[in-house]
């Protein structure tokens, strides 16, 4: 199963707006897309397209998650969000 590891940029961490923005991305994909804070069982990921279980995560500045998602489209839905947290959605 295809994974990234991505630290969060935003200042805010992956909360309100930055969370929001994730999870509708997330959401688009062809894919279902996991989330879990680095070090967590994998078996304890939740999905990415929900806004509940991003809060519910507290990720803050600088903490990294990993991604999964597998079937078609996996590696290119990953890349993209990735992006996405690494970049400081606060900012713009």
């Not at 990294?64 to 996996?74: C, F, P, Q």
């Amino acid at each position: 199963m295809p994974e990234r590891t991505a630290t969060v940029a935003s200042r805010s961490g992956l909360h309100a707006r930055p969370a929001a923005l994730f999870a509708e991305l997330a959401g688009e994909q062809p894919v279902d897309v996991t989330i879990a804070m680095q070090g967590q069982p994998e078996d304890e990921a939740m999905d990415a397209a929900s806004i509940l279980s991003l809060m519910t995560l507290g990720a803050a500045k600088g903490d990294v998650v990993v991604l999964r998602a597998e079937g078609d489209g996996a590696d290119a839905a990953l890349d993209a969000l990735v992006k996405l947290l690494e970049t400081d959605l606060d900012a713009e």
